[in-house]
């Protein structure tokens, strides 16, 4: 009888061993699901923090007028998304027809590297307290209509005639602005 109670000791030791061991794995396993769900909802609320693009979406047909850049006083401009200097960008694509030859520009905010002394520098002009840089596309169809359909990214969008001829266009901009991510 006495080993019989010594198993049963044994036995009921080893039940409540077990009850500990089982309790123990099953609040770490809890406590792992309660930090999972704690750094998740970091994320998602981070992620909503975020700044989402703003829709940008004009139409319109304008007359050109004096370009306003230094150095540009002679040539024609129509400015389809004005020129933006928060560290946002112009992102889409656009459609335009024109009366006249126009090239497309889209304006970069400009900082000069250390090694513009060796290389050279692109198109730019001053612009407010800084400098721009300059794209300027030409013809983007091989047909004799003054019209093109292009997509583009900047800090300006611009129709531009460098041989300064008054000019209508007529253009569509379906495109968003967005923070830069650096």
Not at 61 to 86: F, N, Y
Not at 123 to 134: E, M, Q, R, S, T
């Amino acid at each position: 009888m006495n080993c019989y109670c010594e198993c049963l000791n044994i036995n009921t030791n080893i039940n409540n061993l077990m009850n500990k061991i089982v309790l123990a794995l099953t609040s770490i396993a809890l406590l792992s699901v309660i930090a999972m769900i704690t750094q998740m909802s970091g994320q998602v609320a981070l992620a909503q923090q975020q700044e989402q693009p703003t829709p940008f979406i004009v139409q319109n047909t304008t007359k050109s007028m004096q370009d306003p850049l230094p150095g540009h006083e002679t040539h024609q401009i129509v400015i389809a998304a004005p020129p933006r200097d928060d560290g946002k960008i112009y992102s889409g694509i656009a459609t335009y027809t024109a009366s006249q030859p126009v090239e497309v520009v889209v304006l970069q905010s400009y900082k000069a590297g250390a090694n513009s002394t060796e290389t050279g520098e692109p198109l730019n002009a001053p612009f407010g307290d800084g400098k721009v840089a300059i794209s300027l596309m030409k013809q983007f169809n091989d047909s004799p209509v003054n019209a093109g359909s292009f997509v583009f990214a900047g800090n300006a969008l611009a129709f531009h005639n460098i041989e300064g001829k008054p000019f209508v266009v007529t253009y569509t901009v379906d495109g968003d602005i967005s923070s830069l991510t650096q």
